[in-house]
């Protein structure tokens, strides 16, 4: 049997990705790791922070375009996040996307989650490290 292509693969909707950014962020806000940190970049604007990450999913996984921004510029501006941080980030989504969604769509989501884990922890490895390094002299 051949395997299913895009057109033919069901997809989440935008209640689904909504319900699954709501819950994951509220697990999110109640870990001992990541809490304070989102709690000082996000502040009192959890609603607008909700409503952007559902479009930025949105735009991942549905390819709606609906997210405006720069995930990495928004990164680089928090304190050094750590290979731990990312590692609960991505045990918390693993989490919530299996229990909400069907094991195909939580595979999308997973999958896509471990591959910008990735790519952020590296950029900011290698943004903070350039930002210590001492600078060059010249004779």
């Known amino acids: 049997m051949p395997h299913p292509g895009p057109s033919t693969l069901s997809l989440p909707s935008e209640e ?14 109640e870990d001992d790791l990541l809490g304070p ?6 502040g009192e604007n959890w609603e607008e922070h909700l409503a952007k990450m559902s479009d930025f999913w949105s735009t991942v996984v549905l390819v709606s375009r609906r997210y405006k921004g720069n995930p990495m510029q928004v990164r680089m501006e928090l304190p050094r996040l750590t290979q731990s ?9 693993r989490i919530t ?15 896509k989650a471990e591959f910008m884990a990735e790519r952020l ?11 210590s390094a001492p600078a060059a002299t010249t004779n």
Request: hydrophobic share 50%.
């Open 16 to 29: 689904q990705i909504k319900e699954l950014v709501d819950c994951f962020y509220s697990r999110v806000r």
């Open 85 to 93: 941080h990312f590692e609960r980030w991505l045990s918390l989504w």
């Open 121 to 131: 922890l590296s950029a900011v490895d290698l943004h903070h490290d350039s930002l």
């Open 97 to 111: 996307t299996s229990e909400l969604l069907g094991e195909s769509h939580a595979e999308i989501f997973v999958s």
């Open 37 to 42: 940190v989102f709690a000082a970049a996000v």
